[in-house]
């Protein structure tokens, strides 16, 4: 029997911890496929002394190209059948996600945009209502089909084609290749609210692998999926978490980031800042930690957000007014994100390590509904979701109240779940950090339930399970 060879597009750093840092790979490996992993072309020699192993191919994904044909072939076009795409889901499902991206695009948006946007939203008001009209949407997405990896397709011959989104990213040129082709293709969810953020797929697609029964829904709810091709496989990602993979023990932890073993430790993850500053929550917890207002003496430990190393100036203005923040009050700390390099960027499996060990050993953990509130309840640490409105928002930007946004679907799941405590001003936030001081079990149980909830397998066996799901479809 001829072995299946599966081609693999990891565009992103989480992308390389989903398939490379779980079992998924090792499965395919296994059960007698051979896989060709296509990533950042400058990241290949690093990424094959790390993870080489037989069976493993690591070739270019060529995202220079794959951008240069969406920025010079009719990219007008291209545009509008993205943005369509992502605005375009049934009403079927929660819209808040897509709702506030359609606001931010409007807002943005040149004036000879903003002028036809009436036009826009009636069209917008077609596809929410007309499953003929989406699928319509996705088969006029075909004709941007560049055929940059035809060599490829011609070198290996693969059996399926798997990315990590389902063409919400450049892997759409990969996947519309694969598909004019007559190759299966596949697709995983990686984050947490991709589902419900970036709805219609980018490509035809014949199968989708998903977290969780709750993405499972929005998948068939919104974007018309046919149940029978969706897989509830969890999130390989994880499965280091739930085996203590890359845990660090707490005494070390400490030292490295010159923490003080005798007081509480309070970790701050910045979230949510393409819409809201995060300033305004760590000044708040700043001023709490060093005027000893807590319930015990306590120390603030902040992670920035890869979008601060972006380049982008807002974000880069905010790393440095956390940078100085940090200098300016006592017991206050600064964890910066490990970058992969290349265009996998700040997204990394090299900080699985410092992520899962500032988690673990919080004594609270903050963020504003980031996905590391299923992280940090995975770890059983208190989670206090901080959406302190901003003053000021991003100036001449789009904005939106962090008050604004619980009824988002991931964030209403965990709001609903009781899992942790949501705290919209200075007085709330202080009262909720001290509950879980006072009492870290506070919300143990709903953590565990919400954990269930969202990631489906929580025994580290959800890379085997999507492994072996991807080896059946191929």
């Known amino acids: 029997m001829t072995a299946k060879r599966v081609f693999i597009s990891a565009d992103h750093g989480l992308a390389i911890v989903y398939f490379l840092q779980s ?5 395919l490996l296994a059960g007698g496929a051979e896989v060709v992993l296509l990533t950042d072309d400058s990241l290949k020699e690093k990424i094959t002394q790390r993870f080489g192993r037989p069976g493993l191919t690591i070739e270019g994904l060529r995202l220079k190209e794959a951008r240069r044909y969406l920025q010079q072939e009719q990219t007008s076009q291209q545009w509008w059948l993205d943005f369509f795409r992502r605005a ?35 069209t917008l008001g077609v596809l929410r209502r007309s499953k003929a009209a989406r699928r319509k949407l996705i088969d006029l997405q075909k004709r941007f089909t560049p055929h940059i990896y035809g060599d490829l397709f011609e070198r290996y011959q693969p059996d399926l084609v798997v990315a990590s989104t389902a ?3 450049l892997d759409r040129y990969l996947l519309r290749e694969a598909a004019a082709r007559g190759i299966t293709t596949g697709a995983i969810v990686l984050g947490w609210d991709n589902p419900s953020s970036h709805a219609l797929p980018g490509a035809q697609i014949d199968y989708i692998s998903c977290w969780s029964e709750a993405q499972r829904q929005e998948l068939v709810e919104g ?20 085996e203590n993979r890359w845990l660090m023990p707490r005494a070390d932890y400490f030292k490295l980031h010159n923490l003080d073993p005798q007081r509480k430790l309070l970790g701050y993850a910045c979230s949510f800042v393409t819409y809201s500053p995060n300033i305004q929550n760590i000044a708040a917890l700043a001023r709490m930690v060093a005027s000893d207002r ?33 200098n300016e009050h ?13 265009e996998l960027g700040y997204y990394s499996g090299e900080d699985m390590p410092e992520k899962s060990s500032m988690m673990a050993h919080s004594d609270v953990f903050l963020t504003v509904y980031s996905t590391m509130v299923v992280e940090a309840c995975i770890h059983e640490t208190p989670i206090v979701s901080a959406v302190i409105n901003s003053p000021s928002g991003w100036p001449g930007e789009y904005s939106l109240p962090l008050t604004e946004i619980g009824g988002w679907p991931t964030h209403s799941r965990f709001r609903e779940s009781g899992a942790g405590k949501v705290a919209a001003g200075e007085a709330q936030l202080l009262q909720a950090i001290n509950a879980y001081l006072q009492d870290p079990n506070l919300d143990r149980q709903a953590q565990r339930v919400f954990v269930k909830q969202e990631c489906t397998y929580t025994d580290g066996s959800a890379g085997r399970c999507t492994g072996q799901y991807l080896l059946s479809i191929a």
């Open 294 to 326: 807590l319930a015990q003496p306590s120390q603030l430990l902040v992670r920035l957000h890869p979008n601060h190393f972006t380049g982008v100036k807002r974000w880069a203005n905010e790393r440095q007014q956390i940078r100085a923040l940090v």
């Open 23 to 27: 079992d998924v790979v090792d499965t």
């Open 88 to 122: 375009g889901p049934s009403r079927r499902m929660n819209l808040e996600t897509v709702d506030n991206y359609v606001n931010w695009v409007e807002f943005e948006a040149p004036s000879k945009r903003k002028a036809i946007f009436p036009l826009v939203k009636a």
């Open 223 to 242: 974007s018309d999926w046919a149940p029978e091709r969706i897989h509830v496989g969890g999130i390989p990602s994880y499965d280091g978490y739930f």
């Open 167 to 169: 063409g919400w990213r």
């Open 330 to 342: 006592p017991h206050v700390h600064l964890v910066e994100p490990a970058p992969l390099g290349g």
